[in-house]
């Protein structure tokens, strides 16, 4: 398996800290150095961004990461071990390739000659192996590819039909969640109560399609999730003043104390979270 494979395998059956890259290398890789360990991190973050959790990289160096929920899918579907091997295929179609141009040249002697009919093309696959069976890799290639993406649109589809479904009956802190499905004036006018809850105190709370989540973490109400780069927020306090932020990799937080009432745009439609009741304040050093 894939190095960074390991990471992520050890990130999702670890989901509730957070590891540096000197963790890591105590737990999964005692023979390589540190630095070689970072380097994996980075390579991770190079593909994608958002895969892991990644906290700021401090003075040091130290580079702490958190397991995301994009991690699992992307393990399921083969993660760094298939695609490092669909490039030792393609290095192989690229050597086949410049291969089938020294046959070419070969088969313009009149002695040789290279007939493109199903005979021909049978009698040089019988005589050249390694062509048959990149051939084979190729069809069998795409096939399993084509499995994989039918079955994850099927997987997808599933998934959407049991999120509408959902009943959520939790005891969660008193949230209340609106939405309107158009931005028509009348539908705005009268928005759709979609969930009221409690929220719990350090935990993350998957909402709407569960892309994004919600968390009460000390003083602050965060928002965040896979899908949080592609929302529209807007914020107020409770006696409408306009109320700051703080963005990081994959959040924004909020000050909970002064109750926000926020308001998103996401997939096309316009949503509300309003914050209700009082919040104590820690102060914590």
């Known amino acids: 398996m894939d190095n960074r494979d390991i990471i992520l395998k050890f990130l999702s059956e670890n989901k509730n800290r957070h590891f540096t890259q000197s963790d890591l290398q105590k737990v999964l890789?005692?023979?390589?150095?540190?630095?070689?360990?970072?380097?994996?991190?980075?390579?991770?973050?190079e593909h994608k961004h958002n895969l892991m959790r990644v906290f700021n990289e401090s003075s040091i160096g130290v580079l702490p990461v958190q397991?995301?929920?994009?991690?699992?899918?992307?393990?399921?579907n083969g993660g760094f071990?298939?695609?490092?091997n669909e490039s030792k295929i393609v290095k192989e179609l690229e050597d086949y390739k410049d291969s089938k141009k020294e046959v070419s040249k070969f088969t313009k002697s009149p002695k040789q000659k290279f007939e493109f009919t199903y005979d021909g093309i049978i009698s040089y696959l019988k005589s050249n192996k390694i062509a048959a069976i990149i051939l084979i890799l190729i069809v069998a290639?795409?096939?399993?590819?084509?499995i994989i993406n039918e079955y994850a649109k099927t997987k997808e589809n599933i998934e959407k039909l049991n999120n509408t479904s959902d009943n959520k009956n939790q005891d969660f802190d008193s949230t209340k969640t609106t939405?309107?499905?158009?931005?028509?004036?009348?539908?705005?006018?009268?928005?759709?109560?979609?969930?009221?809850?409690?929220?719990?105190?350090?935990?993350?709370?998957?909402i709407l399609?569960?892309?994004?989540?919600?968390r009460y973490n000390y003083n602050y109400l965060i928002l965040g999730g896979a899908n949080i780069d592609s929302v529209k927020i807007n914020a107020r306090t409770y006696d409408g003043e306009f109320l700051e932020f703080d963005k990081y990799v994959g959040k924004v937080e909020y000050d909970i104390t002064r109750q926000p009432y926020?308001?998103?745009?996401?997939?096309?439609?316009i949503y509300s979270i309003?914050?209700?009741?009082?919040?104590?304040?820690?102060?914590y050093v």
């Open 179 to 206: 939405s309107t499905a158009d931005l028509d004036e009348n539908i705005i006018l009268n928005p759709e109560l979609i969930d009221s809850l409690k929220l719990p105190y350090l935990k993350n709370v998957p």
């Open 274 to 283: 309003e914050i209700i009741g009082k919040h104590h304040s820690f102060e």
């Open 81 to 84: 071990t298939k695609l490092n």
């Open 29 to 45: 890789f005692p023979d390589l150095s540190v630095d070689v360990v970072k380097d994996l991190l980075y390579q991770i973050i």
């Open 262 to 269: 926020i308001e998103m745009e996401y997939k096309g439609s």
């Open 209 to 214: 399609d569960k892309g994004i989540f919600l």
């Open 67 to 76: 397991y995301s929920g994009l991690i699992d899918s992307f393990l399921e």
């Open 141 to 146: 290639f795409f096939g399993i590819s084509k």
